[in-house]
């Protein structure tokens, strides 16, 4: 990157069915949060990039309606997609105009309202988002099922369980339990996951994170201009990542980690200078629970087929080796596609800010990370970020 770019002003939407408000007034939660986070207003935003997978929702093209509501007319030329890594795309497409000098001070809106259309419905659009012919049209192959496949494969080859895939359920419900935004605060046991409807075995009811509405919002500058605003404590980009695969699962020859997952992580880890042992905290896509166990692997935090044992032994619970979304994650803070990934940032940005309330992490270099999935690997951002 050509210029230092850090993130200084963050907000979020409740996220769950929010039936009370339209997608405008929802994305209007996010962003004035971050404003008055950041301490800016309209006039000083030069460039509004919206991630919004819309598909499930009335507003098919959520960008106009939402600059409009937000006082955004004539900053805010595009909308990006790209499947449950929308969020990212956004915040990849906002912090790489800051870092090339096309702009200076650049939000970043992300947001989908997905409980307009019944399940079956949702499900069905979803399982476009790999390989329509080959994949959904012959076999009827939708995300729950695409991630049983890897999540038995995992377990015949590592001996995964289970069980181990309960302890990401329950981990997230815990802390979710402490986040007001949270689309579910339910504390959760393990014989409650196993015991919850099959959806593809061996994904139960309570593998699976919820279809949600949510919006977030993240407000990106240039360093010049963090130092002319004297903010307190930006939160430096040091590393941003990104990959993609084949839309044909089948064409992969790999069934335990996701390819692009890996490729992201290692350019975000060589821009960054960092490696996967100076991760002090991340957010991690688990939109199932094999997704959580994958992603410690393929973000090199264990080596392959060992993911479970992090779980088992607690080291990716707070104040643990590298604690793991703490705020409920999709699982059970909610996956509102467009706003997955900046709501991640928002994360971190909580975190390293030490301003995570009662699920604050104990840092000592103030390094995290953000690892966002679109499709089942197909797609991937990493982020890294820094205090």
Partial sequence: MNRKVGVIGVGMSKFGRRNDVTVRELAWEAVKEAFEDAGLTQQDIQLTVIGSTAYRGTEIYPAPPVSEYCGLVGKSPLRVEAACATGSSAMFTAVNAVASGMADIVLVIGIDKMTEVDTSTSLAIGGRGGNYYWEF????????????????????????????????????????????????????????????RVISWPIKLLDSSPISDGAAAAIIASEERIRELKIDTPIWVRGMGYSSDTSYIAARGEWVGLKAAKDAAYMSYKMSGYTPHDIEYATVHDCFTIAEIMAYEDLGFVEKGKGAVLLREGQTEKDGKVAVNLFGGLKAKGHPLGATGVAMVYEVVKQLREEAGPVQHSFKNYVALTHNVGGTGHYAFVGIYSR
């Fill in 137 to 196: 049209q012959m076999y009827g192959t939708t995300f729950p099922t695409y991630y049983a496949l890897y999540a038995t494969r995992h377990m015949a080859l590592f001996g995964t369980t289970e069980e181990d895939m309960a302890l990401a359920a329950v981990k997230a419900h815990k802390y979710a339990s402490y986040n007001e935004k949270a689309h579910f605060r339910n504390r959760i046991t393990v014989e409650d996951v196993l015991k919850s």
